[in-house]
């Protein structure tokens, strides 16, 4: 009888651990970055959590410091709504599973890169630079190398910094850009000088040959369209 009621205390402790980490981990999950995976989290001070928790019924863990990269040693606050008990800072150690670039050669700034020129590796956040770029869980290297340039130098087989890339401009300032005017069944040509700089999609101001000026939406690489 003994022994089945420890078993039975035991069962309960661990049930109720189980419910307030369940509660931190989907806090801390909905706090850290989409670029995170396999989340994996490790409670310093347990025992002092779950005897505050005794003398509460009702309550609720908050995150203070908002974070992008919410990882390394955490500070979760345990705030009881149903008693003027003091609050509890539960102390967590927060890793995750990310994706990330290399570069397969050397880079310079103001390369145009290729998806040849890179690898996506896999590593524990720890492991890694604070300023690491980072790929969301299902998301493909052309979507951040395509038109991109290297903005700073890049060593072979070491992880890519953030900001580290850019998208190449279509236009730059004082481009030449070829300025198409469409209409029901007829398009016209002319040549004007870019005011500004932009990608594909942006829209800028093009002085034509004559001195006017035009509102236009770039649809290509020194090309772009008048808006209507």
């Known amino acids: 009888m003994i022994l089945l009621a420890s078993l039975m205390v035991l069962a309960s402790n661990n049930a109720f651990a189980a419910t307030w980490q369940g509660k931190v981990d989907d806090l801390i999950a909905t706090q850290t970055a989409a670029t995170y995976s396999a989340i994996e989290t490790h409670y310093l001070n347990p025992a002092a959590v779950?005897?505050?928790?005794?003398?509460?019924?009702?309550?609720?863990?908050?995150?203070?410091q908002s974070s992008r990269r919410l990882t390394g040693r955490v500070v979760v606050r345990a705030n009881c709504l149903a008693t003027r008990q003091r609050p509890l800072f539960v102390q967590v150690e927060v890793d995750a599973?990310?994706?990330?670039?290399?570069?397969?050669?050397?880079?310079?700034?103001?390369?145009?890169v290729a998806t040849a020129d890179f690898k996506v590796r896999t590593a524990k956040l720890?492991?890694?630079?604070?300023?690491?770029?980072?790929?969301?869980p299902s998301q493909q290297r052309e979507a951040i190398l395509t038109d991109a340039v290297v903005t700073r130098s890049l060593t072979a087989n070491t992880p890519v910094p953030e900001h580290a890339l850019r998208r190449a401009y279509a236009v730059q300032h004082g481009d030449e850009v070829r300025v198409l005017y469409q209409g029901n069944g007829f398009q016209v040509e002319q040549i004007g000088a870019a005011l500004g700089r932009g990608y594909i999609g942006d829209t800028l101001t093009v002085q034509m040959q004559n001195r006017h000026r035009v509102e236009v939406k770039i649809v290509g690489h020194g090309i772009a369209e008048v808006i209507k």
Do not use: H, I, M
């Open 50 to 64: 779950e005897k505050w928790l005794q003398g509460c019924s009702d309550y609720q863990f908050t995150v203070p």
């Open 97 to 112: 599973t990310v994706r990330y670039l290399t570069a397969t050669r050397d880079l310079l700034p103001g390369t145009a």
């Open 126 to 136: 720890s492991e890694l630079p604070r300023q690491t770029l980072l790929l969301n």
